[in-house]
Antibody, heavy 117, light 110 residues
Framework: EVQLVESGGGLVQPGGSLRLSCVASGFTFSSYAMSWVRQAPGKGLEWVSAISGSGGSTYYADSVKGRFTISRDNSKNTLYLEMNSLRAEDTAVYYC??????????WGKGTTVTVSS | QSVLTQPPSVSAAPGQKVTISCSGSSSNIGNNYVSWYQQLPGTAPKVFIYENNKRPSGIPDRFSGSKSGTSATLGITGLQTGDEAEYYCGTWDSSLSVVIFGGGTKLTVL
């Protein structure tokens, strides 16, 4: 079964840091680009970042550029999102998704990040 | 503010047909594939249409997608109460090198 499981969310103070993880199973992880998509409470989907299958290319939304870093460990079938200088507006459910340019065909259940003092 | 424009809401009676529009520009919809996602309350999005008009396995043929120029449309026929959800269009923007989503359309089956 193709599956994505996120973890690492939690409550963090403004200016703090958090590292999200997404463990993939059921497909050849290294063959696919992967994305992070977030959804603030009561809001729509916002694409955050993506990385190519090899990890050689990365992409970021302007809203997180310079603060978030995406990476992957293909030996561990794991995708990461390092989040620094967190702001209240980063509060959201963060989804890991398989795919990028064409479409995202597998999504995790999400992990919740709350930035608050 | 989303780069892709969707109506905030649409509604129709059970058994009827509804369409949801998604408007963009030449840098996104005009030159890239469009996908459509259904999100039920409290759950992760699920792809219902990909590459403009293709349905993943398990998605009923009541759902269809089309694209013309810089706009795309999701069509749903034979509406069921279970179709009530938020629907998002998404695509790649070649100029910005980012994925963009529409603001979402809430479908109500009256």
């Amino acid at each position: 079964e193709v599956q994505l499981v996120e973890s690492g969310g939690g409550l963090v103070q403004p200016g703090g840091s958090l590292r999200l993880s997404c463990v993939a199973s059921g497909f050849t992880f290294s063959s696919y680009a992967m994305s992070w998509v977030r959804q603030a409470p009561g809001k729509g989907l916002e694409w955050v970042s993506a990385i190519s299958g090899s990890g050689g290319s990365t992409y970021y939304a302007d809203s997180v550029k310079g603060r978030f870093t995406i990476s992957r460990d293909n030996s561990k079938n794991t995708l990461y999102l390092e989040m620094n200088s967190l702001r209240a507006e980063d509060t959201a459910v963060y989804y890991c998704a398989k795919g990028l340019v064409r479409y995202m065909d597998v999504w995790g259940k999400g992990t919740t990040v709350t930035v608050s003092s | 503010q989303s780069v892709l424009t969707q109506p905030p809401s649409v509604s129709a009676a059970p058994g009827q047909k509804v369409t949801i529009s998604c408007s963009g520009s030449s840098s996104n919809i005009g030159n890239n594939y469009v996908s459509w996602y259904q999100q039920l309350p409290g759950t992760a999005p699920k792809v219902f249409i990909y590459e403009n008009n293709k349905r993943p396995s398990g998605i009923p043929d009541r759902f269809s997608g089309s694209k013309s120029g810089t706009s795309a449309t999701l069509g749903i026929t034979g509406l069921q109460t279970g179709d009530e959800a938020e629907y998002y269009c998404g695509t790649w923007d070649s100029s910005l090198s980012v994925v963009i989503f529409g603001g979402g359309t809430k479908l109500t089956v009256l």
